[in-house]
């Protein structure tokens, strides 16, 4: 169970969950989870897995014992694996920072980039030359700062969806002649959502209808409010175009970055993001990957997302061949097997084995086998029922501005000192994309009072699971919202059968109990689900799938067509019996 994989690890429920959340699974505190998942969750937590037993035994033979050990050590006193789950402080150092720049569309934001390239170069300094691999990296006054060169607040909500926490710091482009327009405020959104510092870069003060106070003011009214006005998001004036205000704006940038006391440790396995992909004419599969812990080199096997691969060369944001990628550092890799996603995380693994087993649970996940990466309204009462998380984050939109002010102040009153209500974007009118985009990459819920999804919306909706909540009555929404706080909203589970298999071998594997050797007959067989086992369509015993065979692989399913071997908690079984495999969901609302 998750909460036994805690308590081994050290940890609390919620950083197991978020992991798994992280990776598109979703799990209760008293879930049971399989070896490759607990295995992903180490991972993640800067453990190794070992698998006891080989793997070569027959389908008949017992599972092995698995473990979570640190690599490199022995077992305590008392046989138990000595874990651990934190970095060697004495190897952490200081590492360079991570920035992304955003705002609305014309507003300068490229235009930025160049200029702060085209400045460093000019003056001397290394770096700063490529938009090569998506990335490029600067050097101001002897330290290194990466600016990843994505498209906009898209890229970053993308990223933040598939759990990429990458970003340290956030550039906000503003144009001093236009001022707040829609795509600042999403951006503003956001990187609040994220919780990444903000510099506010008041861009085209060259211009003669530029008026930054404007600019400031509107900030304000948006609840951003700059050092000169009482609050304490930085501002800087430039000209992107006169490269002006350029080494100001780097100044704060290194401000933010050493208030943050950036660390990494080089002398582990690397850990990285995914920034984009491509296929390459004579280099084949290439991804831009920004190195956040451990030294990337060549030659190493890496996970990544839903797939992986050999390291066979590494290209700096300069272009040029390296041999190792240290923290902080954006290079471009050659040898996976397949194109990875914005926002996958590379991890480097001990063998090809561990590499094929990282992608086959990614592809599960991807694909809605084991869970999808939204909340409902129902899950997240749950996780605060168990004290698993402290907020519940709400996207919210009304008919009109004036239903928005008295409901927010509804919401407002439910907060307590264990749980709070955290609104992270409200506005009238219909729900659109973007709430939704947000509202997945925040695990949040989108409350809609009087109005509904607009297409796009839907669209979205339908690919990210989000929980939209439509109310025309206030109080049933505040209702709805205080059982949630209150953690008393249970999830109907409803059962949805997945398949059926017919036993056509019974094998007598000792301890292991009775292994059915069968052929799926429709739908799918899934390890760790419920099963009813029928003879002549009587009801002989309802049990669970307790292991899963292929030949000698153990797996997570079989689908129609195929035979394996079905582990089942039975004593009685025989040749044409007939097994349905069925798992508990929660109902959608």
Known sequence: MIKDLAEMLGVSHAEIINVLIRNGIFATVNQSIDFDTASLVAGELGLETTERGSTERAAA????????????????????????????ASKLETRGAIVTVMGHVDHGKTSLLDAIRETKVASGESGGITQHIGASEVVHNGKRIVFLDTPGHEAFTAMRARGAQVIDIAIIVVAADDGVMPQTKEAIDHVRAARVP?????????????????????????????????????????????????????????????????????????????????????????????????????????????????????????????????????????????????????????DEKAARGAAEVAEIAASGGEGRTASTLEEVSAQIKDSEVAELRVVLKT??????????????????????????????????????????????????????????????????????????????????????????????????????????????AGKAGNIAGSYVTDGRIVRGGHARLLRAGELLTDTRITSLKRFKDDVREVATGFECGIGLDADDIAEGDVIECYQMVAERA
Do not use: C
């Open 61 to 88: 033979e017992a599972a092995p014992v698995q473990e979570l050990v640190k690599p490199g050590s022995s077992e305590d006193g008392e046989g138990k694996p000595v874990l651990w789950t934190e970095e060697d």
């Open 399 to 508: 008919d009109v501005q004036g239903s928005l002010g008295a409901i927010r102040h509804s919401l407002e009153r439910l907060t307590t000192e264990e749980v709070r209500i955290n609104i992270l974007r409200e506005g009238a009118g219909d729900i659109n994309e973007s709430d939704v985009n947000l509202a997945s990459a925040s695990d949040a819920v989108v409350v809609g009072f009087n109005t509904k999804p607009d297409p796009g919306a839907l669209r979205s909706i339908e690919a990210t699971g989000v929980d939209v909540r439509l109310y025309d009555v206030i109080y049933k929404l505040t209702d709805d919202i205080a059982l949630a706080l209150s953690g008393l909203l249970t999830p109907k589970l409803v059962e949805q059968v997945e398949g059926h298999a017919e036993v056509r071998m019974v094998i007598k």
């Open 198 to 350: 903000m510099i506010v870069a008041i861009n085209k003060v060259d211009k003669p209808d530029a008026n930054p106070d404007r600019v400031k003011q509107e900030l304000a009214d948006n609840n951003v409010l700059i050092e000169e006005y009482g609050g304490d998001v930085i501002s800087v004036a430039v000209s992107a175009k006169q490269r002006t205000g350029i080494d100001d704006l780097m100044e704060m940038v290194l401000l933010v970055a050493d208030l943050q006391d950036l660390k990494a440790n080089p002398d582990r396995a690397a850990i990285g993001t995914i920034v984009e992909s491509k296929v390459d004419k004579g280099r084949g599969n290439v991804a831009t990957v920004i190195v956040q812990t451990g030294t990337l080199k060549i030659g190493d096997i890496v996970s990544v997302g839903r797939t992986h691969g050999r390291v066979r060369a590494l290209n700096n944001a300069a272009g040029k061949r390296v041999i190792e990628a240290a923290p902080a550092t954006a290079v471009e890799i050659i040898g996976l097997q397949n194109l990875p996603e914005a926002g996958d995380t590379l991890r480097v693994v001990a």
